[in-house]
């Protein structure tokens, strides 16, 4: 079975502009989960959707937003980039949506000029 | 609030050497504890979970961990270390009753030949 899949690999975009970036669950699993990694520190939790409904979000600002599709792939859109945003960006995909392991994909790495 | 600790930053072994990954947490009610290892340019990989069964958990690639509630602790051992073992180590809670995993800062793991 393929593992979560995210596109695209690598990414740059310049402040102010809008980036979306995909991510494919494995099969089967219902739930998709959204994390950025800054260089340097652990992931920080930005959104869980299950059942293409959100159920949680971290402490982001609002240019950060989501969504899940029926077929349970997700994007994660960010608007008006800032050169903070520039991180790796995780998905994670899990049958259910509470304390239930969640598999990871290769992340995006976004670079913001 | 719910919080996680790893105790250090760095971590340097001798290869053939005992690995120890310390981990605190803070949760309100008993959580589901993880720990997973990320190598260099590779997506995060799921060690071992601890979900109340066992105070012992074994993993893959012969890491284990034991959850001792007395002590709100859950460190990762390895009786020794090889070169491939090499990485960033993160403990995750994802306390019961939620749905985000809450990382630590990571412990980077050097292995000396």
């Known amino acids: 079975d393929a593992g979560v899949t995210q596109s695209p690999t690598h990414l740059i975009k310049t402040r102010g502009q809008h980036v979306t970036l995909r991510c494919s669950p494995i099969s089967g699993h219902k739930s998709v989960s959204w994390y950025q990694q800054v260089l340097g520190q652990g992931p920080q939790f930005i959104f869980q959707y299950y059942e293409k409904e959100e159920r949680g979000r971290g402490n982001f600002p609002d240019r950060f937003s989501a969504r899940q599709f029926p077929n349970y792939s997700s994007e994660l859109n960010v608007n008006a980039l800032l050169l903070g945003d520039s991180a790796l960006y995780l998905c994670?995909?899990?049958?259910?949506?509470?304390?239930?392991?969640?598999?990871f994909g290769p992340g995006t790495r976004l670079t913001v000029l | 609030a719910q919080s996680v600790t790893q105790l250090d930053s760095h971590v340097s072994v001798s290869e053939g050497t005992p690995v120890l990954l310390r981990c605190n947490y803070s949760s309100s009610y008993s959580p589901s504890l993880f720990w997973y290892v990320q190598h260099p340019n590779k997506g995060l990989q799921l060690l071992l979970k601890y979900t109340s069964a066992a105070t012992l958990v074994k993993g893959i690639n012969g890491f284990e961990a034991e959850f001792k509630k007395s002590e709100t602790s859950f460190h990762l051992t390895k009786p020794s270390a090889h070169m491939s073992d090499a990485a960033e180590y993160f403990c995750v809670v994802s306390p019961s009753g939620t749905y985000k995993y809450i990382f630590g800062t990571g412990t980077r793991l050097k292995v000396l030949a």
């Open positions: 994670a995909s899990s049958q259910g949506p509470e304390a239930d392991t969640q598999y």
